[in-house]
């Protein structure tokens, strides 16, 4: 069961938060990446951004996180650099909170297990074509 | 870098003027949000007597951070304009949850740091601290926001206990977010002035990253 308390949060258990789809809202990149001429580096070495993913039903579930890409030759690597902001509690099944540490765990080990580089990646060679490198 | 709060009347002659001076520098000609604007100032209709403005100033008396602190129990930016932020929750009306907006932390008399968008993280971080702290002062337990997405990770950076209150909106293209800021542990001192002016030094401590402008 998923609940949206008075506090803000929305509350599940993990089992039903891997159960529950999660769309792609909007990815973005750091300021100094976006504008080639004000770029630190020489090529694009290193690029840093953000994305948003919401799910699909309600309440709504919105997860974001902060990425890091690695470029080497021809291979890109998108990494999750922080634990993962967003408005859920995660419970056991007693319904009571594993707490706001243990749930940023709990949720960045489960974003590392999808594959949402590909969707952000697309998002922003879409949103930025002058700013990123095609691979 | 010195932080002042207070209400309109409680703050020196003259600072809330500068307030609005500094707003309209930075919200509207750095940042170019689309709001009413007298071509010199930035006030909206939130900008009432009783609303409490947290301000740092630098070395010099210019104006580096500012802030506004909102009660629930009147009108406020969230519950009347951006109520969708919310999931579907009602907009908070409680004496012991205040609005934090119109939040910058961004020094535009420096010449030496690139004005990265609406913060620099030191000040930002040193003026959350002031203004939770004046919104504890007035009673509040708790601090809703809306802010850019950039503004969640500084607090996370910065150690403050807070979450999202529901999923972004795309405001003239960038994500913007309504977030609960938690006031754990902070003393609710009694309002023995209202005028408080907090000196805060440079002090050797562990810096968060730079905070990165986020579109």
Known sequence: MIKLSNDGYVRLTLATLRNTSLTHFISGLDEEYIDPKRRQHDGLGEISGYTEWV??????????????????????????????????????????????????MLLGDMLDTIDWQREAFNAISERYPSATCKG | MVTVSGTQSELPQGLYFEIARYRHAVF??????????????????????????????????????????????RPYLLGEVFPQLLNGLHP????????????????IHSQSSSKSGQFSSKIAVELLRAS?????????????????????????????????????VIIDEHPIVACWIEIDDVPHSRKASNLSLTNLADSPRSQPRPERRRF
């Not at chain 2, 919104?135 to 150690?159: C, D, M, Y």
């Open chain 2, 92 to 107: 908070p009306c409680s004496p012991s949850v205040w609005e934090l907006s119109r939040f910058s932390a961004m020094d």
């Open chain 1, 55 to 104: 799910s699909t039903a309600e309440p709504v579930i919105t997860i974001g996180w902060d990425w890091h890409l690695m470029v080497s030759g021809q291979k890109f690597q998108y990494d999750r650099v922080c634990p993962p902001r967003s408005n859920l509690m995660l419970v056991d099944r007693d319904n009571g909170d594993l707490g706001p540490a243990q749930t940023q």
């Open chain 2, 132 to 168: 939770i702290a004046s919104a504890a002062a007035h009673g509040a337990k708790r601090l809703i926001t809306v802010s850019p997405v950039g503004v969640e990770r500084l607090l996370r950076v910065a150690g403050f206990h807070s979450h999202r209150a529901g999923p972004p």
């Open chain 2, 28 to 73: 509207i000609e750095q940042l170019e949000w689309q709001l009413k604007t007298d071509g010199l100032t930035e006030q909206d209709q939130f900008d009432r007597p009783d609303a409490v403005y947290v301000v740092a100033q630098d070395a010099v008396g210019y104006i580096s951070g500012c802030a506004r602190l909102l009660p629930t129990t």
